[in-house]
C-alpha cells in the first residue's frame, strides 16, 4: 500500500467504503467467531411435514363477506380485507399495511405532542448477527416477522413473547451468493398462513397457528440464485422475484397458488437465446432493444428482487425490474440499445402474468441504476385534475410520478445530484445522458454510485401532508470497464461470482488518484413534494445508507440511522421530536399497531444488508458496537431498560512477519478487492457487520488458507474460495492483509 493510502486512512476508509459500492454491492457471509448462523436460544426449527398440511381455514366463501366479519383463525387475512386496511388501522396487514405500499398508518394516538414520552414496551433478540430487513406483519395480536436466511419468528404483539419459530435450514455456504447480506425482508399472510421465501430460493406456506409447513417449493434453478424479498399476495397468488444480478442470471417474477404452491405463471424479464424461442410474447417483442452479443451467456441480469404493488381496482400489479448483467450494456449487447425489460416498471395481470404496460428508468443501463425500489400508489392532484399515479425514486437519480392506469410519464425531477444525466426529456420519456460520463474508453466518477440516489430501504407517502419521506444519500461511482473487454473484447464468467464487467485494478488506482477530489459521503432524510417535483425539507445525517421510514396521521416520521439512532420527525417541518440510542445500526423500516387502545412502533434494528461493505465505519454503530440483532417495541409510557449492547475491542494486535514482494502485495491487494473486500470492507477497514481482518484472531492466522480454500467454516457462511483462488493468492491476500493491519496498527500506537 501507498505512502498516500497510509496517510490518508481515515478519509480513505470513508470515501473507499462509500465508492466500492460502485464496482460491488457487498457479499455478505460470516467467516468467522463464536456466533452461529442460527437465531436466538431455545429457537428450534419447526419439522417440516413428509405430506401437505391442509388446514380449516374457516373462510366465508366471498372475501367481501369475510372483510365485513371478525376474524375467525389467525392470519385470517385476505384481499378484501388488505383492500379495506384503513377500517382498521391497528393491524399492519400487509408489507406496505396497503396494497398501495404507502407505508402511511392512520393511528395519530402518538403524535408530534406526545411522541417525545416514548419509552421501550418490550424487545426481542434474533440472536444474529447480520443485517435485519424485515417488515413485520401485525394481524389480530400477533406479530410476523423475520431474520437472517428466512428464519420466521411469531410473537405476541402485546408481549414479544416468542409462539413458534421457523428455519428453512438453508445451507451455510450459500451465503457466499448473495450480492447485500444474507438478508430477508419479511413474510405474508393469507388465509391462515404464512408464506416466507428463504435465502436458497425456497417459498414457503406455514401454518399461522404453530408453524407447520403446509407446502413448500423451489422457484430456482439453482445457485447462484437468491431470494431476499418479501412475497406479496395478490388473488390468491402468491408473487415472489429473486436475486442474483450482479451473479450472471436471467431475471423472472412467478405466481404461484397460494392453496397448493403450484406455479400459476411466470413472466421473464429478459430474453433469453433467441434460438431457444421465448416463453412468452413479450419476450419476442422486446429482443431487437438487445443488440450483438451472447447477452445470455453472461445472464442478462433483470431480477425483480424487491418491489411490488397492486391497484386492485385496476387489478394491475406493478413490479419493479433490477439491473443487468454484467452491469456494462458495451458487454451484455456491444450493438447498444435499450434492454428491456431492465431497470423498468411494469404493470402486469395477475391473473395471466400478461404485460399490460411498462416504462423504463434507466435505457440500456450502464450503472446498476436498478428500477427495484420502493412503488407507491396515490392519487395526486395534478394540474387540476385528479390522477391516479405510481411514484418512485430509483437509484438513477430521478423522482418518477407516473400515471398508473396508462403508463404516461408525468414528472421526473432530481432528487440528489446526478452527473450520469442532464433531464429526462418529458416528450420522449428518456434521460439525457451526459456523453462525458461513459466510461467504454477510461475511468469515471458518477453519481449517483451504484448505491444509488435511494436503495432498497422503503420511502413512505403521507396524504395529510402531500409529501413523500425518501432516504437518500450522495455516494460517488467509480466506473471503468474491464481490461479483458477493452484489449480483447472478451469476456470471462466466473462461475458463481461477481459477473459486472468492471476493472478492479482501474479501481483500485482511481481510488488512490481521485481521492482528493472524492465528496464525503453524505446521507439525508428528504420531504419531497411530488406534485411540485421539489425537496420541502431535509436533514442530513452522519452517514449514508441509514433505515426505511415510517409516517403516520400523528403528524410522524420515523426513521433509524446508521449510527445506531431511531428518530421521530415532524411530518410537516422535520423537526426532531425524539430519539433514542439503541447502538445498532438501522436499515429496516418501522411499522405502527394498535392493541388495547395502545399504539405501538416497531423496528427491527441490525445492520448490514447493502450497508456492510459501503458503511462509513467512523460513524457506524456496528462499527462501535456489538451488532446484536433486535426489535424493538416502543409505546408512550413504556418502561423497559433497553439491554446494553457491547462496546468493540478496536485495538488493532500486533501483527507477524510475512515476507512478500510489491508484486505479490499488490497481486494480493487486487484479490482482496475483488473478493474478500466484498464482505470485509474495502482497504481491509470493516464497516462493523462480519469481522475485520486487521483483528484477526491467532486460530484464524494459523488456520487462513484452510478457511478460505478449504471452507472450514461454510456452516457459518464461509463457503470456500477454492474454485476463484489459488494458493498463492491466498498467501499473497494473507500478506496485504498483515500489511495493512500493520500500518493501522502504527497509526493507533505511533511508538512501540
Not at 375467525?72 to 408489507?95: F, K, Y
Not at 437518500?472 to 470471462?492: F, H, M, N, P, V
Request: proline share 5%.
Amino acid at each position: 500500500m501507498s505512502d498516500f493510502v497510509k496517510d490518508k486512512w481515515p478519509v480513505l476508509a470513508n470515501a473507499a467504503a462509500g465508492t466500492f459500492i460502485a464496482v460491488m454491492v457487498a457479499i455478505q457471509f460470516l467467516p468467522h467467531g463464536d456466533e452461529g448462523r442460527d437465531g436466538a436460544d431455545g429457537m428450534a426449527a419447526m419439522p417440516t411435514a413428509a405430506e401437505p398440511m391442509v388446514s380449516d381455514t374457516g373462510q366465508a366463501d366471498a372475501d367481501a363477506e369475510m372483510a365485513a366479519e371478525p376474524a375467525t383463525q389467525l392470519a385470517d387475512v385476505d384481499g378484501a380485507r388488505i383492500a379495506n386496511a384503513d377500517s382498521e388501522p391497528g393491524n399492519w396487514l400487509s408489507h406496505g399495511r396497503t396494497y398501495s405500499e404507502q407505508r402511511y398508518s392512520p393511528l395519530a394516538a402518538i403524535d408530534a405532542e406526545n411522541v417525545s414520552q416514548l419509552g421501550l414496551a418490550w424487545s426481542f433478540s434474533t440472536g444474529t448477527v447480520r443485517g435485519l430487513e424485515a417488515t413485520p406483519i401485525v394481524v389480530d395480536g400477533r406479530m410476523y416477522t423475520t431474520g437472517n436466511w428466512g428464519v420466521v419468528y411469531a410473537l405476541d404483539a402485546r408481549t414479544g413473547e416468542e409462539i413458534w419459530s421457523f428455519d428453512p435450514e438453508v445451507p451455510g455456504e450459500w451465503g457466499r451468493y448473495g450480492c447485500c447480506d444474507i438478508v430477508n425482508r419479511g413474510v405474508a399472510l393469507w388465509k391462515g398462513r404464512v408464506y416466507v421465501a428463504s435465502f436458497d430460493g425456497r417459498l414457503f406456506a406455514l401454518n399461522a397457528e404453530d408453524g407447520s409447513v403446509h407446502w413448500e417449493v423451489n422457484t430456482i434453478p439453482g445457485a447462484p440464485y437468491t431470494i431476499t424479498g418479501a412475497p406479496r399476495i395478490v388473488n390468491g397468488k402468491v408473487i415472489i422475484g429473486n436475486g442474483g444480478g450482479e451473479f450472471g442470471v436471467r431475471g423472472y417474477i412467478t405466481a404461484y397458488d397460494a392453496e397448493t404452491g403450484d406455479e400459476a405463471w411466470r413472466f421473464y424479464t429478459v430474453p433469453g437465446n433467441p434460438a431457444d424461442g421465448f416463453e412468452h410474447p413479450e419476450l419476442e417483442a422486446i429482443v431487437d432493444t438487445w443488440k450483438g452479443g451472447r447477452w445470455w451467456e453472461v445472464g442478462g441480469g433483470g431480477t425483480a428482487w424487491d418491489s411490488m404493488a397492486f391497484d386492485p381496482d385496476l387489478n394491475t400489479l406493478y413490479v419493479g425490474v433490477g439491473n443487468g448483467s454484467p452491469w456494462t450494456r458495451e458487454i451484455r449487447s456491444p450493438g447498444g440499445g435499450d434492454n428491456l425489460y431492465l431497470s423498468s416498471i411494469l404493470a402486469l395481470d395477475p391473473d395471466t402474468g400478461r404485460l399490460k404496460w411498462h416504462y423504463q428508468t434507466t435505457p440500456g443501463d450502464n450503472w446498476d441504476y436498478t428500477a427495484t425500489q420502493h412503488i407507491i400508489l396515490a392519487d395526486l392532484e395534478i394540474e387540476g385534475e385528479t390522477r391516479q399515479v405510481l411514484m418512485q425514486a430509483p437509484k438513477n437519480g430521478f423522482f418518477y410520478v407516473i400515471d398508473r392506469v396508462t403508463g404516461e410519464l408525468l414528472s421526473a425531477e432530481k432528487y440528489v445530484t446526478v452527473t450520469w444525466a442532464s433531464h429526462v426529456d418529458m416528450e420522449t420519456g428518456r434521460p439525457v445522458e451526459n456523453p462525458a460520463i461513459g466510461y467504454k474508453d477510461g475511468t469515471q466518477f458518477v453519481l449517483p454510485s451504484a448505491n444509488g440516489g435511494h436503495n432498497w430501504h422503503p420511502m413512505a407517502y403521507n396524504p395529510d401532508t402531500g409529501l413523500v419521506y425518501i432516504p437518500t444519500q450522495e455516494i460517488a461511482g467509480i466506473y471503468s470497464l474491464t481490461r479483458e473487454w477493452k484489449t480483447d473484447k472478451d469476456y470471462t464468467v466466473r462461475q458463481n461470482w461477481w459477473n459486472v464487467g468492471l476493472d478492479w485494478e482501474d479501481y483500485i488506482d482511481a481510488i488512490n488518484s481521485l481521492l482528493p477530489n472524492l465528496p464525503i459521503d453524505h446521507g439525508y432524510l428528504k420531504a419531497w413534494d411530488p406534485v411540485k417535483g421539489e425537496v420541502r425539507w431535509a436533514v442530513e445525517m452522519p452517514s449514508a445508507l441509514n433505515g426505511g421510514v415510517l409516517t403516520t396521521a400523528g403528524n410522524l416520521v420515523f426513521q433509524g440511522t446508521a449510527d445506531g439512532r431511531f428518530v421521530a420527525y415532524r411530518a410537516d417541518t422535520g423537526t426532531a421530536m425524539w430519539e433514542a440510542n439503541i447502538q445498532t445500526g438501522i436499515v429496516a423500516a418501522p411499522v405502527t399497531y394498535e392493541i388495547d387502545g395502545e399504539q405501538y412502533v416497531a423496528v427491527m434494528a441490525g445492520w448490514g444488508g447493502v450497508a456492510l461493505a459501503s458503511g462509513d465505519a467512523r460513524v457506524s454503530a456496528a462499527a462501535k458496537y456489538e451488532n446484536d440483532g433486535r426489535l424493538l417495541v416502543f409505546k408512550v409510557g413504556g418502561q423497559e431498560e433497553l439491554e446494553q449492547v457491547a462496546l468493540k475491542d478496536q485495538t488493532i494486535p500486533a501483527q507477524p512477519e510475512v515476507e512478500a514482494t510489491p508484486e505479490q502485495l499488490r497481486n494480493g491487494e487486487l484479490q482482496y478487492m475483488s473478493t474478500c473486500g466484498l464482505c470485509h470492507g474495502a482497504l481491509v477497514i470493516s464497516g462493523g457487520v462480519l469481522p475485520d481482518l486487521r483483528r484477526m484472531s491467532p486460530s484464524v492466522h494459523e488456520n487462513f488458507k484452510g478457511i478460505v480454500l478449504d471452507g472450514m467454516l461454510k456452516d457459518n457462511g464461509m463457503a470456500s474460495f477454492a474454485d476463484l483462488l489459488s494458493e498463492q493468492d491466498v498467501e499473497d491476500i494473507y500478506a496485504y492483509i498483515v500489511s495493512r493491519a500493520k500500518q493501522d496498527r502504527a497509526l493507533q500506537i505511533p511508538t512501540e
